[in-house]
């Protein structure tokens, strides 16, 4: 079983429209870090948002806003008003304990891919 | 400037011909890890680093090797490349061993004939 699931392999949306990300994890952990990071045309990899286990709050960044639920180990990312810069493959991440020795494993999503349409 | 470099940026080779990546941090940040980015696969973890001198295989070790002799180098070795490494590789470095962001280098593209 995948530890991070992105369902969405692409999603197209005309610009102005709002579209959300989903990313759905897996982990028997109880501390755990959860990431998204865009990967535009370009190839570079941009760090959006980190989130610990015990923070639920959702946040706002501008046009950008993340909904973490543990309840249903969910983490999704919203995009309103979406412009044409947005558009770029999105990957979700999970950075759980290893090995016991004080490391941390990342887990990446197979990544989505969101074209936005003028 | 905070940055992770990598070099070469882009590189064709011929099965079974040794080569080094390297990748470079200056941020003094004590974990570093090297991923593969294949279509449709994602970003997968080949190896991780907590600090100098310890490794460890992170989901697809097999066919390299790391090292990490100082705490901002940590290059990735393909001993005998296969065409099935093809791939693009990025190198990150982070602090807090992994539970921070992830600083990415700006990726290598490795073609294995």
């Known amino acids: 079983a995948q530890k991070v699931t992105q369902a969405q392999t692409e999603i197209s949306v005309v610009e102005k429209e709002d579209v959300t990300l989903d990313c759905v994890y897996e982990?028997?952990?109880?501390?755990?870090?959860l990431f998204w990071y865009k990967q535009p045309p370009s190839g570079e990899l941009v760090f959006l948002i980190r989130?610990?286990?015990?923070?639920?709050q959702n946040e706002i960044s501008g046009r950008y806003s993340w909904n973490f639920q543990k309840s249903t180990s969910s983490f999704n990312f919203t995009i309103t008003a979406s412009q044409v810069v947005d558009s770029a493959v999105y990957f979700c991440?999970?950075?759980?304990?290893?090995?016991?020795?004080?490391?941390?494993?990342?887990?990446f999503g197979k990544g989505t891919k969101l074209s936005v349409i003028p | 400037e905070a940055q992770v470099t990598q070099n070469p940026r882009y590189l064709i080779t011929v099965t079974g011909k040794k080569l080094t990546v390297t990748c470079s941090q200056n941020m003094n940040h004590e974990y570093m890890s090297w991923y593969r980015q294949d279509p449709g696969l994602g970003l997968r973890q080949i190896y991780y680093s907590m600090n100098v001198e310890v490794t460890d295989k992170g989901d697809v070790p097999e066919g390299y090797k790391v090292s990490r002799k100082e705490k901002r180098n940590f290059p990735l070795i393909l001993e005998s490349p296969s065409p099935n490494q093809t791939s693009l590789y990025f190198c990150?470095?982070?602090?807090?061993?992994?539970?921070?962001?992830?600083?990415f280098g700006p990726g290598t593209r490795l073609t294995v004939l």
């Open positions: 982990t028997r952990d109880t501390t755990y870090y």
């Open positions: 989130r610990n286990s015990f923070d639920e």
């Open positions: 991440a999970l950075s759980e304990p290893y090995s016991g020795a004080g490391s941390y494993q990342l887990t």
């Open positions: 990150a470095s982070s602090s807090q061993g992994g539970r921070n962001e992830q600083f």
